[in-house]
Structure formats: structure tokens, C-alpha cells
């Protein structure tokens, strides 16, 4: 044993310190035994022949259990003290070490330690311990919804995709995971776009019956940059469109998904939302379904883009978006091309008039006008290296400059949005 007997002292050669606390040491031995202490004590480094060497980024407890397993074989370990001997070992790259640590985080994982685990895992690239403890974060997930939610939300990235690629998790329906995953994102973000939808691939959504998903409105107060959730509307519906007729909200057309299989039925049902009682009231159907239309208010008048037939756009378009602004109608953008390019309506002359496009190709997105006649386009999608990602930008069109510019960012990406301007009484 390294401190044995004064006399195995004085042999020592080298002394290691960390925290504080030194450590007599044998530097033959360490190069034998530690590829960090082989190239730390080679024939051209200052610490070949150097009588002390500090090493900070470990703690003595760290240090000491694997300069006893160097010198012993027996490495002591207990969950309390796992993270800091995991750390001396990949520092040090004691590589039997690390092993030993591994077999002991796999043997015994459990429901109050398996996130513990696997983020620690995760962190020392201890791949066996990582793939055990994803495992069991999965077969007991029920569990932690219940008493650990909070540790859930603190889990490493891989971990959580791993656990929702999971092809049984017992006890635990798709909804409660997407609205885990919805909260982890809360709590983790803002993360790339990229890698929010990898993790939002992970999820299952046809396994979830329309009922479970929220399908509410939010409303956003500018004074204090704040959402706040609203009452659901009385259909579930995408691709639709919002508009305002003398302070009161109507949704109109859309289509939702068929009770009995997997396919969409477009919507003639409109309806309103009503300020007093904070609750949507039914409204006079169009004359026909509709979904990926159009929708803007002009002169206390609706202007979906097909009941009356007026001059046509120069581009056919799908899943774009209707503004009005000192008098005239804008079209933008669209899910197919060219969802770049902006044109503008006189009513008057009953012509189509082009305008600078948007520098990137943008669809499913939230838009309003402002009372100064800009326009506001909240999310959305857009092509990113062949994939459809979602944005969390607030876009500022100012239609007098013909210009746009960033002004905010939403809570999270959303996409399939629709929002809209109701001025409140003071």
C-alpha cells in the first residue's frame, strides 16, 4: 500500500495533489497502470521529472479511490461518491476503472436513480450504463411521471429521444408523453429547430384520440411580452383562418380529421368568440367547405379567396395568408413555390401588383395586421437542407417600405397557427 509504512513513503518519487490534499505516489507505477499518467511522465514533457504535480479538476475523494485501485485493485464506491470516482477515471484514463463503475450503475438502476444514472452516463460516455439506464427510465416512466416529473425534466437530450424511441413504455399513454416532452423543451429551451423536431419525431401522435390534444388559442399582451392560454374553440380544425368584423374574433372553414378513419374532412362551420363570456358561439356556415384558404376583413366585410370571383393572383397559391393594410389586400407567401413572393390587391382597379419577395420561403404561419396597417407573421415552416423545420421568429412586414424584419420570438416553434388583433377596453 502506497502509505503502508514510512519506509514505502520515502520511496515515492512524485506527489500528486488535488483539493488541497497530497498524495505520494509512484510515478512507475502510475505510467504503468494510466495512459493520462504514460504520456504525462514521457522523455519530453516538465512533469517527467517534476517532484509535484497539481491536478484541479479533480477532488480528493476522486483522486484517492483510484490511486487505491491502482495500487490495491479494489476500487470503493457508493452512489454518493460514483460521480467523482467516474470523473478521476476518465480523466485519468483508467479504463478498468471506468468499467467497474459502469457494472456498477447498471446493476443497480432503479426508479429513484435511473435519470441520475443516465445523464451521468451520458456525460462519461459510459455507453452500457447509458443504453441500461434509458431501459429502465422507460419501463418505469409511469412511475416517474407520477413522483419524479421534475427530475424528468432535467434528463440529457439523448436520453429522452432514446426513452421515446422506447417500443413499450407500460402504463403510460402517447398524450402524457408529448406533453412531457412539451415541458422539457420549456424547461431546456430554446434549442435549435433542428433538434426540437428530432425530438418531436420521437412522437407518436396518431396514437393519441383528437379529444386528448389542446387545441386552444393563445393571446399575447405586447406591454408584457406575455401568452395566455384562451378557451378552446368548439371545432377542432386546421388550416383555417381567423378574422375580426367590429371586435368580434370569427373562425372560419378548415378541415379535422374523420371520427372513423385517417383521413380530413374540409369544414363549411364558421364560428365566433365571444369577449363577455369568454366562450365561442356558433356562426351562419359559408355556403360550401373550405380549408387552405384565405381570409382578410375589408370595410366590416369578409374576403375569403374564393366566394366572389375578382381578378386573379399572378401565382396560384395554397396555405397562404390574406392582409389588409391603407386599403389594399396583401397576399403572402404559401406552402408551395413560390412561397416567397408578396402581392397587393386594389380594389379599385381590381389588379394584382408584385412586391419584393421574402429573402426565405416561409408557410404555416400565424399572421395579423396592426392598427399602423403592418403585418405580423408569427412561426411557421420553412425548408432547411431538404427538411421541413419549425420557427419560433416574429416577422414585422412594413407595407409602406416594403420591408421586413425580426421583432421577437414565440414561447416555442409553432406551426399551423392562426392569431389575430382584438383591442381591449382600457
Known amino acids: 500500500k502506497r502509505d503502508g509504512s514510512q519506509g514505502c513513503v520515502d520511496m515515492c518519487d512524485v506527489v500528486l495533489e488535488a483539493g488541497g490534499v497530497s498524495f505520494p505516489c509512484h510515478r512507475s507505477l502510475l505510467a504503468s497502470s494510466s495512459d493520462y499518467f504514460w504520456a504525462l511522465f514521457g522523455e519530453t514533457t516538465a512533469e517527467r521529472s517534476a517532484d509535484s504535480i497539481r491536478l484541479p479538476a479533480l477532488t480528493p475523494e476522486g483522486l484517492e479511490a483510484i490511486l487505491d485501485f491502482l495500487y490495491s485493485g479494489w ?37 429513484d436513480n435511473c435519470c441520475y444514472y443516465a445523464n451521468l452516463a451520458e456525460q ?61 423543451l420549456d424547461e431546456n429551451g430554446p434549442l435549435p429547430l433542428l433538434k426540437s423536431n428530432l425530438l418531436l419525431s420521437r412522437l407518436r401522435f396518431g396514437l393519441v384520440a383528437p379529444s386528448e390534444l389542446s387545441g386552444l388559442f393563445w393571446r399575447y399582451d405586447p406591454r408584457f411580452n406575455h401568452w395566455k392560454q384562451m378557451e378552446s374553440m368548439l371545432e377542432r380544425r386546421v388550416q383555417f383562418t381567423l378574422c375580426v368584423v367590429e371586435d368580434v374574433i370569427y373562425a372560419i372553414g378548415g378541415r379535422q380529421s374523420h371520427p372513423n378513419s385517417m383521413t380530413y374532412i374540409s369544414l363549411a362551420y364558421v364560428e365566433y368568440y365571444d369577449m363577455a363570456s369568454g366562450a365561442w358561439r356558433r356562426a351562419a356556415a359559408m355556403p360550401y367547405p373550405l380549408h387552405g384558404h384565405a381570409s382578410t376583413v375589408l370595410d366590416k366585410s369578409i374576403y375569403p379567396t374564393v366566394w366572389e370571383k375578382r381578378a386573379s393572383m399572378s401565382i396560384p397559391r395554397f396555405g397562404h395568408r390574406l392582409a389588409t393594410a391603407h386599403g389594399y389586400i396583401y397576399a403572402l407567401l404559401g406552402m408551395y413555390e413560390q412561397f416567397c413572393d408578396i402581392e397587393r390587391y386594389d380594389p379599385q382597379s381590381n389588379h394584382w401588383t408584385r412586391l419584393k419577395p421574402l429573402a426565405n420561403g416561409l408557410f404555416n404561419y400565424g ?45 416555442r416553434p409553432l406551426t399551423g397557427t392562426e392569431c389575430t388583433l382584438l383591442p381591449l377596453p382600457d
Not at 76 to 87: A, H, K
Open 75 to 111: 476500487l470503493s464506491i457508493s452512489s454518493s461518491t460514483l460521480p467523482v470516482v467516474v470523473e478521476a477515471a476518465r480523466y485519468l484514463q483508467v479504463e478498468a476503472a471506468l468499467s467497474i463503475c459502469e457494472r456498477f450503475m447498471a446493476d443497480g438502476l432503479t426508479a
Open 124 to 184: 462519461h460516455f459510459l455507453l452500457n450504463a447509458l443504453e441500461a439506464a434509458n431501459q429502465t427510465i422507460a419501463k418505469k416512466m409511469s412511475v416517474l411521471l407520477q413522483k419524479s416529473r421534475v427530475v424528468l425534466l432535467g434528463l440529457n437530450f439523448p436520453s429522452l429521444m432514446a426513452v421515446l424511441d422506447a417500443d413499450e413504455i407500460p402504463g403510460v399513454k402517447e398524450v402524457d408523453l408529448i406533453r412531457l416532452s412539451l415541458d422539457w
Open 367 to 411: 399572421m395579423l395586421t396592426m392598427a399602423g396597417g403592418n403585418l405580423l407573421v408569427f412561426g411557421g415552416r420553412r425548408w432547411s437542407d431538404g427538411q421541413q423545420v419549425t420557427v419560433r421568429n416574429v416577422l414585422e412586414y412594413d407595407t409602406k417600405k416594403d420591408q421586413w424584419r425580426e421583432i421577437a420570438q414565440l414561447p
